[in-house]
């Protein structure tokens, strides 16, 4: 499984190539042609072992023979760490291509978008940070209760793998641990479960319109990109909202989309932590119902069994 860290660092390297396509698109070096300037500025992806630079070469191979670049841009990069991050790069470059907004802008603004995404991951992620530790602490009881039996003088193993009542406690214990492991597992897993992208679909409009299309025309671009590149979802009903203020008021969609994209970012912010908080408590309970009684049969009751048998009594 790709780590968090690892995750955001692919998504950085996306917004990073967005950003130095604007940058060269701006300067008016054709769309055709301005993959292969950033084969050789790939070097961030490349000391993490991940070969950006032979993925851009197949981009650039596919803009220069006239194909098309988004298909390209999936196929390059779907096996890369933070794909999602790539299709959504191939999505903002279709709807500005079939939008015909400046591809230079649209690229940069984008890249922002991406930038705040992962600061968003990486709040979420520091937040998780202390209840996550302390579950990794409380997991370990189990097996600190037989190594403090151990140090202690103890036959605690010779308990536990020497006699039917000790490796009854070592099944028992060993189950109930296994399932506080998974039920750990399942909690955090939720806890991380949010828009893998929050805003997106906000901002791919606000790009669309920026090339002077419809609403409606907007709208039906970003679904048609969103389906090309396998990423889910279509605008959202805050987007609608959006764009049914700007009717009514006059007023250019653009901003109202860009700060509806930004409010996104925020709210997942602040659920992500909020998240983090019940994780705290959430946790308590296999620590309760799982990991000390773990403790118990592994560590305590092979201690009271073998002082038991040093002084002679059966057990």
């Known amino acids: 499984m790709v780590s968090r860290r690892r995750l955001g660092d692919a998504v950085e390297d996306a917004a990073g190539v967005a950003e130095r396509l604007a940058v060269l698109l701006g300067a008016g070096v ?25 993925r851009l070469r197949l981009i650039d191979a596919a803009a220069r023979t006239g194909r098309d670049v988004a298909p390209a841009i999936v196929g390059a990069l779907s096996d890369a ?106 909690l955090t897993a939720a806890a991380r479960r949010a828009d893998p992208s929050p805003g997106l679909n906000a901002d791919l409009v606000a790009i669309a319109m920026g090339g002077g299309v419809s609403a409606e025309r907007a709208v039906a671009l970003v679904e048609e990109a969103l389906a090309l590149v396998d990423l889910p979802g279509g605008a959202s009903t805050a987007v609608d ?23 996104e970012r925020r709210r997942a912010r602040t659920e992500g932590a909020r998240r983090a908080a019940r994780l705290g408590s959430l946790l308590m309970l296999p620590l309760g119902v799982c990991v000390l009684p773990a403790f118990i049969v592994l560590g305590i009751v092979p201690m009271v069994l073998s002082l038991l048998s040093s002084t002679g009594l059966a057990w």
């Open 81 to 186: 760490h933070g794909e999602d991050a790539w299709r959504a790069v191939a999505a903002a470059w279709i709807v500005s291509s079939e939008s015909g907004a400046p591809m230079g802008p649209a690229l940069r603004a984008f890249s922002t978008a991406l930038r705040a995404i992962v600061h968003s991951r990486r709040e979420v992620d520091v937040a998780l940070a202390g209840p996550l530790l302390s579950s990794r602490i409380v997991l370990a009881l189990p097996l600190v209760a037989i190594g403090l039996g151990a140090a202690l003088g103890f036959d605690v193993l010779g308990v536990l793998f020497g006699s039917i009542t000790g490796f009854v406690c070592l099944v028992v214990g060993a189950t109930l641990a296994g399932v506080a492991v998974w039920w750990v597992a399942r």
């Open 30 to 54: 054709a769309p055709a042609s301005v993959w292969g300037y950033l084969i050789d500025d790939s070097a961030v992806g490349s000391a993490r072992g991940d070969p950006l630079g032979d």
């Open 241 to 263: 909202g959006i764009l049914a203020v700007s009717r009514r008021a006059g007023v250019p969609a653009g901003e109202l989309l860009r700060s509806e994209a930004e409010s």
